[in-house]
């Protein structure tokens, strides 16, 4: 008796690199033990994507200031400490349940995630790396 083909799913080459940003993200922000967004006078940067409201981060300060341009001009890279990011953070954005857009730049490549599925993944790079939060 033959069976029927399997059909595979096609995965294209936009997903494969948003795959690969947020993963780089975990590492580097991992490797770093810290997160960076962008604040002015009137506090971190945030935007309305749809109907939710997004946080940008970054993995690395020079990303951050490199976006700091345009309707973001006058911000500042600041720092948020792995201990404040997967603890207080995180949390907090999910009960806002707002999202967090990974590392956006000048042509507009990011990858756009619920807080909670990178708080559980942030935790397990940390465990991986033995590192405690």
């Known amino acids: 008796m033959t069976q029927a083909p399997v ?3 096609l995965v294209d080459d936009a997903f494969l ?7 780089q993200f975990l590492e580097r922000s991992v490797e770093t033990n810290q997160v960076w967004g962008l604040r002015d006078q009137q506090g971190f940067v945030q ?4 109907d939710d409201i997004c946080l940008p981060v970054w993995a ?5 200031n490199a976006c700091a341009q345009d309707e973001w001009e006058g911000c500042e890279a600041v720092s948020i400490p792995m201990k404040v990011w997967a603890g207080q953070w995180l949390s907090n954005m999910v009960r806002k349940k707002a999202r967090l857009v990974i590392s956006p730049n000048d042509v507009d490549e990011c990858v756009v995630i619920e807080p909670l599925d990178i708080q559980q993944d942030t935790l397990a790079a940390l465990r991986a790396a033995n590192i405690a939060v």
């Open 47 to 50: 935007f309305g994507c749809q």
């Open 17 to 23: 690199a948003a795959r690969a940003q947020y993963f």
């Open 60 to 64: 690395d300060q020079d990303e951050a």
């Open 7 to 9: 059909e595979l799913a």
